[in-house]
T-cell receptor, first 116, second 113 residues
Framework: ETGVTQTPRHLVMGMTNKKSLKCEQHLGHNAMYWYKQSAKKPLELMFVYSLEERVENNSVPSRFSPECPNSSHLFLHLHTLQPEDSALYLC???????????????FGEGSRLTVL | AQSVAQPEDQVNVAEGNPLTVKCTYSVSGNPYLFWYVQYPNRGLQFLLKYITGDNLVKGSYGFEAEFNKSQTSFHLKKPSALVSDSALYFCAVRDRSNYQLIWGAGTKLIIKP
C-alpha cells in the first residue's frame, strides 16, 4: 500500500450536500494534516493533529470539520460548501519529535473537490 | 509577517542545461527549509531539506539546494535538466517554534527537449 491514501480522488457536490474526505497513512507517523491547494497560491494549512493535539487555522470556515479517530486516519467533513471551496485537498503525515523537530511531510494524491 | 517568496511563476530550461529555481524567505531565527515537487495530478513529494550543517544539501533525482543565511535564500539547483523534471516546485520554511510550514506559491518548471 502507498504511504498516504486519500479517497475519493474526485468529488462533485452541491452546496447543500454533506460529504467527507478520508485519509489513511501507513507510515506509522504521529502527525496528520489537511491542506487546501488552489491554483497559483501557497498551500493553505487547514488542520493539524500532532502528538494528540489539534491545531487549526482560525481562518478556516466552520463548514469544514476535521476528525482524527486514531493516528492513522483523518477525515474532513464537508457541509454546505460554497463554490469558492472548490480546490484540491491534500492530506499529509509526518513524524514529529518532542522538542519541535519535524520530519518531512508525506502527501497523498489529493481529493479534487468541485462545488456546484 | 513571515513569508516565502518564489519570484518566478515559471522557469523554462533546455534539456541538458543547468537549472535554478529561486526561493527567499522572511522567517525569524534558524528555520528548517524544504523543497517539494508536484507532478501533474499528483500530491507533493519531498525533495530535500536543510536542518543544520553544510549549506549545500543534496536530495532526490539529482537535485541540490544551497542555503545562504545572509541572503535568506534556499535556491534549488540541478546541473543538467531532464524533460522529466518538468513539474511544479514548492519551497517551504518552518519556524522552529511552531507547527506552521510557510509555503511559497510554487514555480512551474518546464524543460524543453
Amino acid at each position: 500500500e502507498t504511504g498516504v491514501t486519500q479517497t475519493p480522488r474526485h468529488l462533485v457536490m452541491g452546496m447543500t450536500n454533506k460529504k467527507s474526505l478520508k485519509c489513511e497513512q501507513h507510515l506509522g507517523h504521529n502527525a496528520m494534516y489537511w491542506y487546501k491547494q488552489s491554483a497559483k497560491k501557497p498551500l493553505e494549512l487547514m488542520f493539524v493533529y500532532s502528538l494528540e493535539e489539534r491545531v487549526e487555522n482560525n481562518s478556516v470556515p466552520s463548514r469544514f470539520s476535521p476528525e482524527c479517530p486514531n493516528s492513522s486516519h483523518l477525515f474532513l467533513h464537508l457541509h454546505t460548501l460554497q463554490p469558492e471551496d472548490s480546490a484540491l485537498y491534500l492530506c499529509a503525515s509526518s513524524q514529529e519529535l518532542a522538542g519541535g523537530y519535524t520530519g518531512e511531510l508525506f502527501f497523498g494524491e489529493g481529493s479534487r473537490l468541485t462545488v456546484l | 509577517a513571515q513569508s516565502v517568496a518564489q519570484p518566478e511563476d515559471q522557469v523554462n530550461v533546455a534539456e541538458g542545461n543547468p537549472l535554478t529555481v529561486k526561493c527567499t524567505y522572511s522567517v525569524s531565527g534558524n528555520p528548517y527549509l524544504f523543497w517539494y515537487v508536484q507532478y501533474p495530478n499528483r500530491g507533493l513529494q519531498f525533495l530535500l531539506k536543510y536542518i543544520t550543517g553544510d549549506n549545500l544539501v543534496k536530495g532526490s533525482y539529482g537535485f541540490e539546494a544551497e542555503f545562504n543565511k545572509s541572503q535568506t535564500s534556499f535556491h534549488l539547483k540541478k546541473p543538467s535538466a531532464l524533460v522529466s523534471d518538468s513539474a511544479l516546485y514548492f519551497c517551504a520554511v518552518r519556524d522552529r517554534s511552531n507547527y506552521q510550514l510557510i509555503w511559497g506559491a510554487g514555480t512551474k518548471l518546464i524543460i524543453k527537449p
